[in-house]
């Protein structure tokens, strides 16, 4: 018993599992937008059951598609699968459990968000061969997750609508351009390597302007859909808040120094995240 849990914390680590925060409270914006208020009990539990599958079986598949190029990157090589901490046979498993998860999620919440569910799956796996062939695996990743927000919009409402595809846009820019950052990492190693990247394509001058661009386009993003959905003005004060902590995140790289890079990619974003999805929540209440 004791060493099940302990191989289930080993993989919780592994994924990464408590940067969930990433993309749930995004979720959550999609469905309390949608709904126009606070969705049923039952809909916000399977949609982010649907989340939280979709996202543990796209880390364990990246960690285990990366398993060897991990094993030969200095910063990596002490991830669980290189380091022999857990077996690829049990990632595996993991991978299935999680994906039948989110199946399961899904055809609990529409027919729709079911028949969708193996595009969200095909951009998963897709992202994790992406560094191999092209430097734009960061706007993948950013579709990724823009699935997040556009898969409670339809768990809710049933249908596509341009609302969920613009805050769907407002996430793609946001998770591309801070990909961006956490991607300069491994700049010289991914050029030893082969791999693509904006990094590699641009340097580091040229991929922290690529990333500024992409949170330009994520704010106008935003403005966009506070426009479409007549939101009130808790929700543009929300817009205000990020443009601020978005500013602070790219100062702490200023000059190109990246001795801050994880200050700017962590906990910035993190606090973006859940600033967002609390002054829509404020925002749709006090209305």
């Known amino acids: 018993m004791t060493d099940i849990v302990s191989k289930i914390s080993i993989f919780l680590e592994m994924i990464k599992f408590s940067h969930t925060i990433f993309a749930l409270p995004f979720a959550l914006t999609g469905a309390l937008l949608a709904a126009g ?7 916000t539990l399977w949609i982010v059951l649907a989340m939280v599958g979709a996202r543990t079986a796209a880390m364990a598949m990246n960690r285990l598609i990366d398993a060897e190029i991990d094993a030969r990157n200095p910063r990596t090589a002490v ?27 899904a055809q609990m919440l529409n027919p729709l968000c079911l028949k969708l569910s193996p595009i969200a799956l ?4 897709l992202y994790s061969y992406c560094k191999r062939f092209t430097a ?14 556009i898969g409670a919009w339809v768990a809710i409402r049933g249908t596509v609508d341009m609302a969920a595809l613009v805050l769907g846009g407002v996430v793609l820019f946001w998770v591309a351009g801070f990909d961006i950052l ?22 580091v001058k040229g991929s922290l302007l690529a990333a500024r661009l992409f949170h330009l386009i994520m704010i106008a993003l935003l403005f966009t859909l506070f426009m479409l959905m ?4 808790v929700f543009l004060i929300g ?26 990619f962590f906990n910035m974003n993190g606090y973006i995240s859940v600033a967002i999805v609390l002054f829509t929540a404020a925002d749709i209440f006090t209305r």
């Open 79 to 105: 991830r669980a699968i290189p380091a022999g901490l857990i077996g690829k046979g049990l990632t595996l498993f993991f991978i299935v459990a999680a994906t039948a998860l989110m199946m399961l999620a």
């Open 230 to 233: 007549h939101l009130g003005t």
């Open 122 to 125: 095909f951009f998963l796996v």
């Open 37 to 43: 208020g606070v969705p049923s009990i039952r809909q």
């Open 136 to 149: 734009l695996a960061h706007v993948v990743l950013g579709i990724c997750l823009a699935a997040a927000p």
């Open 239 to 264: 817009i205000f808040v990020t443009i601020a902590m978005l500013l602070y995140e790219h100062w702490l790289l200023k000059d190109e120094d990246l001795k801050k890079l994880d200050a700017a």
């Open 182 to 203: 956490y991607a300069l990492q491994d700049l010289e190693f991914d050029r030893s390597a082969g791999l693509h990247s904006i990094p590699v394509l641009l340097g």
